[in-house]
């Protein structure tokens, strides 16, 4: 089983900066993946930034290339997301997911993910 909870949401005016953090419980990680998504009301939720841990790589979709970066802290199962540049555009409800094992290409598909946290809030004006 794995327990996700995230935290570090709040309001930040536009060009700030914010950092996100989901606490992991009860897996091991082992070529785990996490990611973190965002979702507005009535809209699908869109993958941002994916840490695949198996193979020490990230991804990340366009939208957010350059400002957001995903991190982890091992040590404190933690995963970051730091936000930088933010816009209004931004403010959404943001989640992070993990998997045991996410195939190779999938790593942005919001299906692929079994696990979610409830989600922090992020507005930005």
């Known amino acids: 089983h794995v327990q996700l909870v995230e935290s570090g949401g709040g309001s930040v005016q536009a060009g700030g900066s914010l950092r996100l953090s989901c606490a992991a419980s009860?897996?091991?990680?082992?070529?785990?993946?996490m990611g973190w998504f965002r979702q507005r009301p009535g809209k699908d939720r869109e993958a941002l930034a994916v840490l695949w841990i198996g193979g020490a790589t990230t991804y990340y979709a366009d939208s957010v290339k350059g400002r957001f970066t995903i991190t982890r802290d091992k040590a404190k199962d933690l995963v970051y997301s730091q936000m930088n540049g933010l816009e209004p555009e931004d403010t959404d409800m943001y989640y992070c997911a993990a998997d045991p094992s996410v195939p190779r290409g999938y790593w942005l598909v919001e299906g692929e993910y079994n696990f979610w946290g409830q989600g922090t809030q992020v507005t930005v004006s």
């Open positions: 009860g897996y091991t990680y082992k070529r785990n993946c």
